[in-house]
T-cell receptor
Framework: DSGVTQTPKHLITATGQRVTLRCSPRSGDLSVYWYQQSLDQGLQFLIQYYNGEERAKGNILERFSAQQFPDLHSELNLSSLELGDSALYFC????????????FGAGTRLSVL | GDSVTQMEGPVTLSEEAFLTINCTYTATGYPSLFWYVQYPGEGLQLLLKATKADDKGSNKGFEATYRKETTSFHLEKGSVQVSDSAVYFCALNSGGSNYKLTFGKGTLLTVNP
């Protein structure tokens, strides 16, 4: 158990809809990262938050947004969903002072029908 | 930009065989290098890491050496077990102001009894 909790485990929705994925980092970790894993693109970095502030952005679509709350949990919001958004979404957390190790949650599998 | 290239799979071995999964990288500066493992239906787990040239990371019988001259970080294990069947990802981060991971496409390893 990595200590990173993601909910829900599975999400099935329709095109055009909006969903929210939730991540609780390991106790004490200030950084949260979101990654998307798909068959064609592999594992891609989406966005990073550190102590409530956006730190870095990767290949994140404009239809996607994220935030980190004062209790350090994070949410990834995906809107106007398309079939191609079907993927596994992982959250990871780290204490950036401890050698860059990121601990991953079990992921949320999103299916857009 | 940063990139990681790892050998295409799938790789199928018999129990007790020797394993090598090749990984090469392109990065600015002096990246940290990682191998992550993903067991079926689970998130990614850190297998081993190395943070500077000539460092050897090791864990559970797996080893990888950070070779700056060849920009490589090949994963090896002397005698694989059925329980090692999983997808293996090589990854790096270049540090700086964020620690996002750049992943290779993953290599599926199947070990048969």
């Amino acid at each position: 158990d990595s200590g990173v909790t993601q909910t829900p485990k599975h999400l099935i929705t329709a095109t055009g809809q909006r969903v929210t994925l939730r991540c609780s980092p390991r106790s004490g970790d200030l950084s949260v990262y979101w990654y998307q894993q798909s068959l064609d693109q592999g594992l891609q970095f989406l966005i990073q938050y550190y102590n409530g502030e956006e730190r870095a952005k990767g290949n994140i679509l404009e239809r996607f947004s994220a935030q980190q709350f004062p209790d350090l949990h994070s949410e990834l919001n995906l809107s106007s969903l398309e079939l191609g958004d079907s993927a596994l979404y992982f959250c990871a957390s780290s204490d950036t002072g401890l050698g860059n190790i990121q601990y991953f949650g079990a992921g949320t599998r999103l299916s857009v029908l | 930009g940063d990139s990681v290239t790892q050998m295409e799979g799938p790789v199928t071995l018999s129990e007790e065989a020797f394993l090598t999964i090749n990984c090469t990288y392109t990065a600015t500066g002096y990246p940290s290098l990682f191998w992550y493992v993903q067991y079926p239906g689970e998130g990614l787990q850190l297998l081993l890491k190395a943070t500077k040239a000539d460092d050897k990371g090791s864990n559970k019988g797996f080893e990888a050496t950070y070779r700056k001259e060849t920009t490589s970080f090949h994963l090896e294990k002397g005698s694989v077990q059925v329980s090692d069947s999983a997808v293996y990802f090589c990854a790096l981060n270049s540090g700086g102001s964020n620690y996002k991971l750049t992943f290779g496409k993953g290599t599926l390893l199947t070990v048969n009894p």
